[in-house]
């Protein structure tokens, strides 16, 4: 519930430029934050299958076997997005082909004529698309979250598994606002101010903050290490392909000092929900 505090962002109608610098530079430091976040859990299995090897108590296979899941997770997470982006920028293409077709002449209409307004992804605009690529990524983060709030609850540490729930609570609010940062001072192609609707900027919620609560019920029904290995690799796969996004946006800005503090702003505030699940014994 607490991803859906940073929605209204969204909503904002026509934010100044520096504005717009500034929330876009913050989610950049809190999506900075959750790589560092996810890939360090994501590679505590290695650490320790690696120190096993090196006390003699374990052996090569198994810092192998987490370290192909690591690798495999990070190679799927950040190129299947490069490739869903490519795939989108020709739907779009082809889309606006139909909407504004070759001046065909006068006489019988050609089928492209009659063609309607092309609907679905490929019409959105990109600070939209952006939008649901982040939604995407802290989705897969947050499923591991999720696993290990169930796993905390199926082995009877009932009291951890309630502080996770707090403090992944706290931490998921600055998530919602990283979301849809992109979406405040969206336009449409004449340059008018384009709104999310309150349906939208819920079902962005819906997409971040639901996988947390169905990592929980089966996070609750097994235990696995490696799956939770993978959902951390593929999250951080996709969360460094949108900051790489993102920074194409605020490096057209130019405006170092705003990005600077919005990154300084966003990592603090992600590394201090993190204390607090960390202080409470988590």
Not at 4 to 13: H, K, M, S
Not at 90 to 100: K, L
Not at 209 to 216: K, M
């Amino acid at each position: 519930m607490t991803i859906l505090f940073g929605l209204p962002i969204g909503r904002l109608r026509r934010p100044a430029a520096s504005l717009r610098v500034l929330l876009n530079a913050i989610a950049v430091g809190v999506l900075l934050f959750l790589v560092w976040d996810v890939l360090s859990h994501a590679w505590e299995p290695i650490d320790a299958a690696l120190g096993s090897l090196h006390e003699g108590t374990g052996g090569l296979g198994s810092a192998v076997g987490y370290g192909a899941l690591f690798i495999g997770g990070l190679t799927v997470g950040l190129l299947s997005l490069v490739g869903y982006e490519r795939w989108m920028g020709r739907a779009a293409a082809r889309a606006r082909a139909v909407e504004a077709p070759a001046n065909l002449g006068p006489g019988a209409a050609h089928v492209t004529e009659l063609s309607p307004v092309a609907a679905g992804l490929s019409s959105w605009s990109p600070a939209r698309r952006l939008a649901l690529l982040i939604a995407v990524g802290i989705a897969l983060h947050n499923f591991a979250e999720g696993l290990a709030i169930g796993q905390s609850a199926a082995t009877g540490e009932i009291g951890l598994a309630t502080l996770l729930v707090i403090g992944f609570a706290l931490h998921n609010a600055t998530e919602g606002f990283g979301i849809t940062a992109p979406l405040a001072g969206d336009t449409d192609t004449d340059g008018s101010a384009r709104r999310p609707s309150w349906g939208f900027l819920l079902a962005l919620g819906l997409i971040g903050g639901g996988p947390t609560f169905v990592g929980t019920v089966l996070g609750h029904g097994f235990t696995s290490e490696p799956v939770s290995v993978v959902f951390l690799t593929l999250a951080a796969g996709s969360i460094i392909y949108v900051i790489t996004q993102l920074l194409g946006v605020a490096a057209k800005s130019k405006r170092t000092d705003m990005l600077a503090y919005g990154l300084l702003v966003g990592l603090i505030a992600g590394f201090l929900t993190d204390a607090i699940v960390t202080a409470g014994g988590a």
